[in-house]
């Protein structure tokens, strides 16, 4: 596609259920990044793809939360027995690397409300 | 460990106004930084980039500083309109394979 594809673009769930969240890259970047954003705060970095190399999962908050990449391109998000806190909009972006002026292209994001 | 830290957190600022706002990066080695903006509801998009061989890079009326020797960098936004009201975040690569560092972002609000 054109750009970075996020879905569902909001999500109400209730305490306790399991969430999926999905990226669709764009075509090609090698690169994958979640970010979680509250309300009014900054982006909280939660996981990065690298191509084929492991991932780096030093943001992700509690073993609630996982993420996959399959085959190198689309990634889902899940989380697991969600709780308020989790709220937020989620945010997902690719780059291609390898470049000098690499730019991260970032989707709409999902906004999940945990009610 | 690479850290990207902005200044202020908040910025509030009359219709028509300047403003500068502050980053400063511990990340090396160094490739690019660059300035993000992002909208609310909206996820950022970049608005300069700049190498570490450039000091000064402009795109309209904002116009993006770097200091690599201190490892600084400010994004200064001339005559300010309420389109400007965003989040700006500055963004530094250490190398072109490695993981992009965010900083946390300024939100800057432009009032009539």
């Known amino acids: 596609g054109a750009g970075v594809s996020q879905s569902p673009s909001n999500k109400v769930t209730e305490k306790g259920k399991d969430v999926e969240l999905r990226c669709d890259p764009i075509s090609g970047h090698t690169a994958l990044y979640w970010y979680r954003q509250s309300l009014g705060q900054g982006l909280e970095f939660l996981i990065y793809f690298q191509g084929n190399s492991a991932p780096d999962k030093s943001g992700l908050p509690s073993d609630r939360f996982s993420a996959e990449r399959t085959g190198g391109s689309v990634s889902t998000l899940t989380i697991q027995r969600t709780q308020q806190e989790d709220s937020a909009v989620y945010l997902c972006?690719?780059?291609?690397?390898?470049?000098?002026?690499?730019?991260?292209?970032f989707g709409q994001g999902t906004r999940l409300t945990v009610v | 460990k690479n850290q990207v830290e902005q200044s202020p957190q908040s910025l509030i600022i009359l219709e028509g106004k300047n403003c500068t706002l502050q980053c400063n990066y511990t990340v090396s080695p160094f490739s690019n930084l660059r300035w993000y903006k992002q909208d609310t509801g909206r996820g950022p998009v970049s608005l300069t980039i700049?190498?570490?061989?450039?000091n000064t890079k402009s795109n309209g009326r904002y116009t993006a500083t770097l200091d690599a020797d201190t490892k600084q960098s400010s994004l200064h936004i001339t005559a300010s309109q309420l389109s400007d009201s965003a989040s700006y975040i500055c963004v530094v690569t250490p190398n072109r394979d490695d993981k992009i560092i965010f900083g946390k972002g300024t939100r800057l609000h432009i009032l009539p």
């Open positions: 972006a690719s780059s291609l690397l390898g470049q000098m002026n690499t730019e991260a292209f």
């Open positions: 700049m190498t570490f061989s450039e």
